[in-house]
């Protein structure tokens, strides 16, 4: 049996889009057919055994200090074992609960509540858990509640089930020893439980309303589209946070939370828009991003229909001009890319496809399309799309393909997303260092629905099963380049992520997510 | 009398019925499925298909529209306006706690702009100048339509930004603190209030100058009665007393306007828990606002035109 290391297990979270309601985690243990390979685990099998779980924390002198932070949406569900919402991830998730294992700032598994340690075959794997560890309500993290938690997100009904969905048997072999049996390799295993909250049992059936978890913070008490207040919890196992009180209030405006920040209402704002970040006081707020954005914006497309034949997708693709739209509608920030992978340990390099009208209309022509008509969805709220959107549609207009854009609510865009009923639609996805996170949610339902490729559907469910990083590594940048040839999705860049501290603060993070993290936030001076 | 409030009452109870249908049938009218919205992107995998079905099926919406109608209306005639989509909670408790600082901003705006409508609505008519009738007739109109959001953020910018005098977002219960509340309350209301100013004060404007006018303040003045007398007293009752209507009609309005200051100064009242529950397609949270507020606005004008009739023997 080996020890797990901290880096890089694949994980899967992922915050499909739009929904800028459901910045969603994906990836899926065991959704993607396997081949039954008889190796796995992937890359989560490299050695250092004995690692130290890791604390949390600051590691600094507790204050009895508030963090006031502005989130732009209420949080109302505060279940980890249904609620996507990436503000309550990064806002109640992460704060009020651990997890057997956790991310580090760049997207590594490292452990939390147990070190992890799998089998030979990477079909068994073992949690040691943290000793002493305990809930906010005092009773012990032991095996049993761990097992009562994971049984309980199984049993669900959310996209979290699926990433125990391989799992065949758990058992308690001591009271600090959780031992999992999966029915076949995964190598995004860890990856899925980074998202799965451990809730004390004795809380389960009211953790929607009073979540309880053994995390850095405790619940403290919540207003409903104003403000959740979370108190430092004493007994956490972890290096306790600088901070002794979080106050989160409901701002939805982002120029408004921005003005906030200025007249010293709140520390940090927690989400901020390329537009909001640009017209930023830096002598009153400063921007905190990540060294590097996991986040896409795409197209997709539906490939069947009008935009069948590849040669179309691909005249669209040489349509598309990103340096426009990177300027305008991102202000000039992230990267332009072909990739679905563009940076983490997957990273796979693809060019894309040049700004190239000639080329379009040759392939239009080839394909013998003409007086195409297109229809573009995108959700509301998002003036990036939008923007993007009517630079494609200029330049789609001179080589004569009309396209119309709607620009939807966020309900009725995911209504039409889950139906397909658009001929492209703008999307943005929060992809984990593992790939498999892209294809389990975004690629696998066009796959089963409108574009039709075995080969690719094959090749996602196998490596998944690959336990050598570097070959893992080298199939995953096969399908980045598949997706860039065949284009079911066409990559615009990646999307700058922000969000704004004040001179008041330092230490908060941002990981490339979105995701802010508070562990490291001391009060300044 | 009584007649007149029991037929008054009747009306407001079928009102309140029209709009329970009318809220029901538009939100299952409208495209957005909460089932697909819970189960997050997940639902765009065919695969899913039998687990979106599932959720709607624990949600109800499965059923058809006359049973799950049947089914709501059956729970508030109990006292139950149901459970949240998303949260699970009780809706009543929610409404309630986001009622709070909604009413308090309606009422202290009316504190706030009712006096002060009065005075310069009643000041202006009494100096019998173009010039002064010309300029409140241009500011109410510019009060009108300004934009509260607008007047807030500059509000925002000036008075916590700029003077750092008084806080820029959120809401303390007057039972918590009520230096507290004050403090928090004093820019959305007003906001708040140089709307409703705009609208009362050429009101008050346009009654005070009939009366002003009318026989009865002539007669008053050859009686000997002060200038003065006679336009606080008699005038004022006169162009007043219309205003108790005018306030209950434009309750609707009022409550649209709470919503966007209370947007911007992140009150979490009313329109913000309205707003959500749309976002999400948490039909009971919406039903249950919607209820609420619209009790609370023919409660108004009812109670408005009821006081009208006590206080003004003409309406009887």
Redo the contacts between chains.
């Keep these: 049996m080996r020890h797990l290391r901290t880096r890089h297990v694949t994980l899967t979270v992922a915050a499909v889009a739009l929904i800028g309601a459901l910045a969603a985690c994906s990836s899926g243990i065991n959704s993607t057919p396997t081949t039954g390979a008889s190796s796995a685990a992937g890359t989560a099998t490299s050695g250092s055994a004995g690692t130290t779980p890791a604390s949390s924390a600051a590691g600094g002198a507790t204050t009895d200090e508030t963090l006031t932070m502005a989130i732009p949406s209420d949080i109302s569900n505060f279940d980890p074992a249904t609620n996507q919402l990436i503000q309550y991830i990064y806002a109640i998730r992460n704060n009020v609960f651990s997890t057997l294992v956790k991310y580090d700032t760049n997207l590594g598994v490292e452990p939390d509540l147990a070190t992890p340690s799998v089998n030979d075959d990477s079909t068994e794997y073992t949690f040691a858990l943290r000793p002493g560890a305990i809930f906010q309500d005092g009773t012990p993290v032991d095996a049993a509640a761990v097992i009562a938690s994971l049984k309980s997100v199984a049993a669900g009904k959310s996209i979290y089930s699926t990433y125990l969905s391989g799992v065949s048997k758990m058992t308690a072999k001591d009271a600090t020893t959780v031992v999992v049996t999966l029915s076949e390799p995964n190598a995004a295993f860890l990856d899925g439980l980074v998202n799965i909250a451990i809730v004390a049992p004795d809380s389960a059936k009211t953790v929607g309303k009073t979540p309880v978890g053994s995390g850095p913070y405790a619940f403290d008490h919540a207003t409903a589209n104003r403000e959740i207040v979370l108190k430092r919890f004493d007994g956490y196992y972890g290096n306790k946070p600088a901070y002794a009180t979080i106050d989160m209030k409901v701002i939805t405006d982002p120029q408004v939370a921005v003005n906030n920040l200025y007249s010293g209402a709140v520390d940090a704002v927690s989400e901020a828009p390329t537009s909001v970040v640009k017209q930023l006081d830096t002598g009153k707020g400063a921007v905190v991003a990540p060294q590097e954005s996991n986040s896409i914006a795409m197209f997709e497309f539906n490939s069947s229909g009008k935009l069948a034949d590849p040669r179309i997708r691909q005249a669209l693709a040489y349509a598309l001009n990103k340096s426009a739209i990177q300027k305008i509608a991102y202000g000039g920030d992230g990267t332009i890319t072909g990739s679905v992978i563009p940076s983490g340990p997957f990273a796979a390099k693809v060019d894309g496809y040049p700004y190239d009208l000639d080329k379009a209309k040759e392939l239009l022509a080839a394909a013998g399309a003409s007086d195409l008509t297109l229809n573009l969805t995108l959700p509301s709220g998002h003036p990036e799309a939008t923007q993007a959107a009517q630079i494609w549609q200029s330049a789609l207009g001179s080589i004569g393909v009309k396209l119309s854009v709607d620009a939807q609510e966020t309900s009725v865009w995911v209504d039409n997303y889950v139906k397909r009923t658009y001929d492209v639609t703008f999307n943005f996805f929060n992809e984990s260092g593992d790939p498999n996170s892209f294809f389990n949610t975004i690629m696998l339902p066009h796959l089963k629905d409108d574009y039709k490729n075995p080969t690719m559907l094959s090749e996602i469910a196998e490596a998944l099963t690959i336990t050598d990083q570097q070959k893992r590594i080298a199939a995953y940048a096969t399908l980045a380049e598949q997706v860039n040839e065949d284009l079911p999705i066409l990559v615009i860049q990646t999307r700058p992520l922000t969000a704004i501290t004040s001179s008041r603060v330092t230490g908060l993070q941002l990981n490339p997510l979105g995701w802010l993290l508070i562990d490291n936030a001391t009060p300044a001076g | 009398m009584l007649t007149a409030i029991a037929q008054r009452v009747g009306r407001a109870i079928l009102l309140m019925w029209f709009v329970t249908v009318i809220t029901f049938l538009t939100l299952r009218l ?4 909460p089932a ?12 899913s298909a039998a ?2 079905q ?2 709607r099926h ?1 949600l109800g919406l499965d059923r058809s529209v006359v049973v799950q109608y049947g089914t709501w209306i059956g729970r508030l005639l109990r006292g139950d306006l149901g459970t ?1 989509n ?4 009780a809706i009543l408790p ?1 409404v309630l ?2 009622a709070s600082p909604t009413v308090w901003l309606i009422v202290l705006s009316l504190v706030v702009a009712v006096p002060i409508s009065v005075l310069l609505g009643l000041g202006a008519a009494r100096a019998r100048s173009r010039w002064v009738d010309a300029t409140v007739r241009h500011l109410s109109s510019l009060a009108m339509a300004t934009p509260g959001f607008w007047i807030g ?1 500059l509000f ?2 000036f008075f ?2 700029k003077l ?1 005098a008084l ?5 303390t219960s007057p039972q918590v603190s009520f230096g507290g509340f004050l403090e928090h309350m004093i820019l959305p209301v007003a906001t708040l209030s140089i709307y409703l100013i705009g609208i009362l004060v050429r009101f008050v404007h346009l009654e005070a100058t009939t009366a002003l006018q009318s026989d009865f303040t002539r007669t008053a003045r050859a009686m000997g009665i002060s200038r003065g007398r006679t336009t606080w007293v008699y005038t004022l009752r006169n162009a007043v007393l219309p205003m108790i209507t005018v306030v209950g009609v434009q309750m609707g309005s009022l409550i649209g306007g709470a919503v966007l200051v209370e ?2 100064f ?4 009313l329109g ?2 309205m707003l ?1 529950g749309v ?3 948490d039909y009971p949270t919406v039903q249950g606002a919607v209820l609420f507020t619209t009790a609370a606005v023919v409660l108004a004008t009812t109670l408005a035109d009821v006081i009208r009739s006590v206080v003004d023997p003409r309406i009887r």
Aim: charged share 10%.
């Design positions: 409208t495209p957005g499925d697909e919205l819970l189960l997050g992107p997940a639902a765009a995998d065919p695969d687990l979106v599932e959720l624990t949240s998303q949260s699970g909670t929610t706690a986001a953020l925002i910018i916590a930004v750092g806080p820029s977002t959120g809401y947007q911007v992140g009150l979490g009242g913000q828990l959500q976002l999400n397609r």
